[in-house]
């Protein structure tokens, strides 16, 4: 039977070889910041962030303002680094809305006035550049700026707004301004003759990112503008209508697909989907959970989107929402990454009291600005408030595999199986497991605040640290997949959770232990004499005696993942006694088959631990020789068996 001292050590962590395998994106978590207030001016919205984490925003003297409806005071602010600055945009008309900001600290906007009776209005651009607000001037004051990157290229759209529509966008112009330099205007063509052209996104390259809205704006189709040449994007299914709202620099565009009547105030009938267009196809990216329609606002480098989904039908302002429009019940910021959208304020580890409406920005490190609004300390009034998200640091699993590192990689875990996990930020420190954290026959399913679940269940764990787990599996289906999640802040209210990575399974999915695991493969196998005596060559290991093993030697060797056995006690708990494996198996010794097993089972006092008894057969050449264990398993022929570089030192 085998030594305790010995099978701790095989259990002891070891850095082996990491398989690189697809990384999965973590389950997103972040903290909420209020972004602050002006003086005299409590309640403000976020519009935009750059790159280094500038937001812009303004502020109003009261809750709930609609801009564009009312003869609204703001204040426009830049907050960098903390530090909330008041930009004095007050020139009239009032109203002034920041739409971009870049890593200078150059900000733009305008105001947008609407006469809902005779549906006209006007509009006024702003530049803040240099310390100082610079107002267009001339042709220019009609042009609303929607963008800027870090080469100060704006995007801004002349708008002509008509008596015939509430479509801001009809007959209006795009045009690129390289505001560094003293450039000229470039217009951006449109694709429909006699129709107009918005543009409302660019990205580091220039690529523009908007729409072509055909005459009296009968239909509107999303374009890029890449090196000033027009590209239409594909169309929703079932959407007449849609625009690209920002852009990449991968050149992944997202934006909205809808259908509504531009001539009346409100159109009941009216859809829209967020959607995300890639290599010349569009895909819906849905609604939350409760609402019937969303906008896409932003995209990052990441290709994480955000806009905002709500429980009501668009109106003529589609994704202008956000900029006028104080936050609100009806509207819910999201997020869309790794394929699913998220409800913004449920992602939030320090959100209480919070209600997040618009998510207007995101930039590459994932930060997010936007609007929302809670109820102040001890029951006061609600308030309004621009909100700064920062991802929170979580769990990501890169790889998991049989923990006894064997070359080619075990990627399969299979009952009762012992195998580790590879990523980052899996635990906060390194802990490892003692006598006193087994409790009935139970290892610990939270080790130093780290939990590995899969579905509902919490597994046993060995050892945790950052970048490795070693656990052992539990029940499992007999073929599939199953996922497994790693849990930090494991019991608190601050839990993070990795995404799921879906492993597949098997009933058995064997491979030796090993005293030391080369890059090469070829691995001595953890093997012991009946008096606890190690067996390989000499030297193996620096302060440890080793001996080959001879021809009639009786020897343990040890492994994980062999299976199911005889054992009454649940998989991933510890082996109270015996219990021999059920699979049919076989075992040779360098190509010899060895008839002399006498045991092949769990290694009792032990979680995940198998071991094989046997005397080495005559024949057996001396050498580093392959000791192979196969085992059947239905629907696999000839069986799954062990890596067949592993080896036992035979002397002679």
């Given at each position: 039977?085998?030594?305790?001292?010995?099978?701790?050590?095989?259990?002891?962590?070891?850095?082996?070889?990491?398989?690189?395998?697809?990384?999965?994106?973590?389950?997103?978590?972040?903290?909420?910041?209020?972004?602050?207030?002006?003086?005299?001016?409590?309640?403000?919205?976020?519009?935009?962030?750059?790159?280094?984490?500038?937001?812009?925003?303004?502020?109003?003297?009261?809750?709930?303002?609609?801009?564009?409806?009312?003869?609204?005071?703001?204040?426009?602010?830049?907050?960098?680094?903390?530090?909330?600055?008041?930009?004095?945009?007050?020139?009239?008309?009032?109203?002034?809305?920041?739409?971009?900001?870049?890593?200078?600290?150059?900000?733009?906007?305008?105001?947008?006035?609407?006469?809902?009776?005779?549906?006209?209005?006007?509009?006024?651009?702003?530049?803040?550049?240099?310390?100082?607000?610079?107002?267009?001037?001339?042709?220019?004051?009609?042009?609303?700026?929607?963008?800027?990157?870090?080469?100060?290229?704006?995007?801004?759209?002349?708008?002509?707004?008509?008596?015939?529509?509430?479509?801001?966008?009809?007959?209006?112009?795009?045009?690129?301004?390289?505001?560094?330099?003293?450039?000229?205007?470039?217009?951006?063509?449109?694709?429909?003759?006699?129709?107009?052209?918005?543009?409302?996104?660019?990205?580091?390259?220039?690529?523009?990112?908007?729409?072509?809205?055909?005459?009296?704006?009968?239909?509107?189709?999303?374009?890029?503008?890449?090196?000033?040449?027009?590209?239409?994007?594909?169309?929703?299914?079932?959407?007449?209508?849609?625009?690209?709202t920002a852009i990449n620099d991968s050149g992944v565009a997202a934006g909205v697909a809808f259908?509504?009547?531009?001539?009346?105030?409100?159109?009941?009938?009216?859809?829209?989907?967020?959607?995300?267009?890639?290599?010349?196809?569009?895909?819906?990216?849905?609604?939350?959970?409760?609402?019937?329609?969303?906008?896409?606002?932003?995209?990052?480098?990441?290709?994480?989107?955000?806009?905002?989904?709500?429980?009501?039908?668009?109106?003529?302002?589609?994704?202008?929402?956000?900029?006028?429009?104080?936050?609100?019940?009806?509207?819910?910021?999201?997020l869309y990454s790794g394929g699913k959208m998220y409800n913004l304020v449920n992602q939030l580890?320090?959100?209480?009291?919070?209600?997040?409406?618009?998510?207007?920005?995101?930039?590459?490190?994932?930060?997010?600005?936007?609007?929302?609004?809670?109820?102040?300390?001890?029951?006061?009034?609600?308030?309004?408030?621009?909100?700064?998200?920062?991802?929170?640091?979580?769990?990501?699993?890169?790889?998991?595999?049989?923990?006894?590192?064997?070359?080619?990689?075990?990627?399969?875990?299979?009952?009762?199986?012992?195998?580790?996990?590879?990523?980052?930020?899996?635990?906060?420190?390194?802990?490892?497991?003692?006598?006193?954290?087994?409790?009935?026959?139970?290892?610990?399913?939270?080790?130093?605040?780290?939990?590995?679940?899969?579905?509902?269940?919490?597994?046993?764990?060995?050892?945790?640290?950052?970048?490795?787990?070693n656990v052992v599996a539990g029940e499992l289906p007999a073929s599939g997949t199953v996922p497994?999640?790693?849990?930090?802040?494991?019991?608190?209210?601050?839990?993070?959770?990795?995404?799921?990575?879906?492993?597949?399974?098997?009933?058995?999915?064997?491979?030796?232990?090993?005293?030391?695991?080369?890059?090469?493969?070829?691995?001595?196998?953890?093997?012991?004499?009946?008096?606890?005596?190690?067996?390989?060559?000499?030297?193996?290991?620096?302060?440890?005696?080793?001996?080959?093993?001879?021809?009639?030697?009786?020897?343990?060797?040890?492994?994980?993942?062999?299976?199911?056995?005889?054992?009454?006690?649940?998989?991933?708990?510890?082996?109270?006694?015996?219990?021999?494996?059920?699979?049919?198996?076989?075992?040779?010794?360098?190509?010899?088959?060895?008839?002399?097993?006498?045991?092949?089972?769990?290694?009792?006092?032990?979680?995940?631990?198998?071991?094989?008894?046997?005397?080495?057969?005559?024949?057996?050449?001396?050498?580093?020789?392959?000791?192979?264990?196969?085992?059947?398993?239905?629907?696999?022929?000839?069986?799954?068996?062990?890596?067949?570089?592993?080896?036992?030192?035979?002397?002679?």
């Amino acid at each position: 039977m085998a030594s305790k001292h010995v099978v701790a050590k095989f259990l002891t962590l070891t850095f082996g070889l990491i398989v690189p395998v697809y990384i999965a994106a973590q389950t997103p978590q972040f903290t909420i910041q209020d972004v602050g207030t002006l003086p005299d001016l409590p309640a403000c919205n976020g519009t935009a962030i750059s790159q280094s984490g500038n937001v812009a925003g303004y502020c109003t003297a009261t809750f709930g303002q609609d801009l564009l409806l009312n003869n609204i005071t703001t204040h426009v602010f830049l907050s960098s680094n903390g530090v909330l600055t008041d930009l004095n945009v007050t020139y009239p008309p009032t109203g002034a809305v920041p739409t971009a900001v870049n890593d200078s600290g150059v900000v733009v906007g305008g105001t947008l006035s609407l006469n809902i009776e005779d549906s006209t209005g006007s509009v006024s651009p702003f530049i803040y550049q240099n310390g100082a607000v610079q107002p267009f001037t001339g042709p220019l004051q009609s042009l609303l700026p929607l963008g800027i990157n870090n080469n100060s290229q704006m995007i801004g759209t002349f708008i002509e707004i008509g008596s015939y529509s509430l479509n801001y966008f009809v007959n209006s112009k795009a045009v690129l301004d390289p505001l560094a330099g003293g450039g000229t205007l470039t217009d951006l063509a449109a694709v429909t003759n006699g129709g107009g052209a918005a543009g409302f996104g660019i990205n580091s390259t220039g690529t523009v990112a908007g729409a072509s809205v055909a005459q009296n704006a009968t239909s509107i189709t999303p374009m890029l503008w890449q090196n000033l040449t027009p590209q239409p994007l594909p169309l929703l299914t079932n959407y007449s209508q849609g625009i690209a709202t920002a852009i990449n620099d991968s050149g992944v565009a997202a934006g909205v697909a809808f259908d509504l009547d531009f001539e009346t105030l409100t159109d009941l009938s009216a859809t829209a989907h967020a959607v995300l267009f890639s290599n010349g196809s569009v895909t819906d990216l849905g609604v939350l959970q409760g609402d019937v329609s969303s906008t896409a606002i932003a995209i990052n480098n990441s290709g994480s989107v955000v806009g905002f989904s709500s429980n009501q039908p668009p109106d003529f302002t589609l994704q202008l929402a956000g900029l006028f429009y104080p936050p609100a019940n009806n509207y819910h910021a999201f997020l869309y990454s790794g394929g699913k959208m998220y409800n913004l304020v449920n992602q939030l580890v320090n959100g209480a009291g919070w209600q997040l409406s618009f998510a207007m920005g995101i930039n590459n490190a994932g930060q997010i600005v936007g609007t929302g609004f809670y109820e102040g300390p001890g029951g006061a009034a609600t308030v309004q408030r621009a909100f700064l998200l920062t991802p929170v640091p979580g769990p990501s699993i890169t790889s998991i595999v049989g923990a006894g590192f064997s070359t080619p990689a075990v990627t399969t875990i299979s009952p009762n199986g012992l195998f580790t996990i590879f990523g980052s930020d899996l635990a906060s420190g390194t802990a490892g497991l003692t006598a006193g954290e087994i409790v009935n026959n139970q290892l610990p399913t939270n080790l130093g605040g780290t939990c590995v679940e899969s579905g509902t269940t919490k597994w046993g764990l060995f050892y945790v640290s950052p970048k490795q787990i070693n656990v052992v599996a539990g029940e499992l289906p007999a073929s599939g997949t199953v996922p497994v999640t790693v849990i930090t802040g494991c019991g608190t209210a601050n839990e993070v959770l990795s995404a799921s990575f879906n492993a597949p399974v098997a009933a058995t999915a064997p491979e030796f232990l090993y005293f030391l695991e080369n890059s090469n493969g070829q691995n001595p196998i953890a093997t012991i004499e009946p008096n606890g005596a190690y067996v390989g060559t000499p030297g193996l290991i620096a302060g440890a005696t080793f001996a080959p093993a001879h021809v009639g030697d009786v020897l343990t060797a040890f492994g994980v993942g062999w299976g199911p056995t005889t054992s009454p006690n649940p998989p991933g708990t510890i082996a109270s006694a015996i219990a021999s494996l059920t699979s049919n198996y076989k075992l040779t010794l360098g190509g010899t088959p060895v008839d002399s097993v006498l045991y092949a089972g769990v290694s009792p006092t032990y979680a995940g631990l198998y071991q094989v008894d046997f005397t080495v057969p005559s024949g057996v050449s001396a050498g580093n020789q392959p000791l192979v264990l196969t085992l059947d398993e239905p629907g696999a022929d000839p069986g799954i068996s062990t890596s067949p570089t592993a080896y036992i030192a035979i002397g002679n």
